[in-house]
């Protein structure tokens, strides 16, 4: 709905579907998000006119002005209703009355301003009777007429100063998140370089053990032939004396 200050145009259910029957349309439903919905809406009236959306409108200019997400209060309230004569003294009797729009939204109307030049659109917007909701032209209208007011000015002039800003805001935050990956490939590189020379290490320390190996067996092999050989010597020469 709002990309950075600036509004764009939503559905609130007053499209035609898409199909090939021409007389099928959202007019005919319980259109929209309940949040928004206007008390025709809310009574699931058998038909819609286009104050449906102006309505709809009117609380979107909460949400744009205040920043918070316009979650209204319950719809109904449960009051004691005046007993009849004919009634039982000890029984009460409770009545649900239907809170108005403009009660259900006042945690957030009071935070708009008294002055606030939009703030009688708004509450002309949120009209129980569709008949007092303004048309769309005289909507657009009015909206037009706002725009020589120092407050549009002055909305306009921080909205631009509020860009200028995010958009700084997001330079420096893609910059972040390419340094933020660059050191993370960095330390993956080190380590698996790290790995690298752990498995070489690991290498030539089985190499070296294989090399220690084979010079003992070669060892123990010329230790074995030697001693043979000195004990075949040692009987000639023993045989040698017995002859003489």
Same mark, same amino acid.
């Given at each position: ?34 949040? $928004? ?8 009236? +058998?038909? $819609?006119?286009? +104050? ?74 949120? +009209?129980? +009777? ?21 407050? $549009? ?35 993956? $590189? ?55």
């Amino acid at each position: 709905m709002i990309a950075g200050p600036r509004a764009k145009i939503t559905d609130f259910g007053m499209s035609k579907l898409a199909s090939v029957n021409p007389r099928m349309t959202a007019l005919t439903l319980c259109p929209g998000n309940v949040l $928004y919905m206007s008390p025709e809406a809310l009574d699931e009236a +058998k038909s $819609y006119t286009a +104050k449906l959306d102006i309505f709809s409108f009117g609380v979107i200019v909460i949400q744009i002005l205040t920043r918070k997400f316009p979650n209204p209060t319950d719809r109904f309230r449960i009051v004691r209703s005046e007993q009849r004569e004919d009634e039982d003294d000890d029984e009460e009797s409770e009545v649900r009355k239907v809170v108005p729009e403009t009660e259900r939204r006042q945690a957030h109307l009071n935070l708009i301003a008294a002055t606030h030049s939009l703030k009688p659109v708004v509450l002309q917007c949120l +009209k129980k +009777k569709e008949s007092l909701r303004p048309s769309a032209l005289q909507l657009g209208e009015r909206l037009s007429a706002l725009k020589g007011s120092s407050q $549009y000015t002055e909305s306009r002039q921080q909205a631009e100063s509020n860009s200028e800003v995010e958009q700084l805001q997001l330079q420096l935050r893609g910059q972040r998140i390419l340094t933020d990956a660059k050191t993370k490939e960095a330390e993956e $590189y080190q380590e698996q370089i790290a790995q690298l020379g752990n498995a070489i290490e690991d290498r030539d320390r089985q190499l070296l053990e294989q090399q220690y190996s084979l010079v003992d067996n070669i060892l123990s092999v010329s230790g074995e032939g030697a001693t043979t050989a000195g004990t075949k010597c040692a009987a000639s020469t023993q045989a040698g004396h017995d002859i003489f």
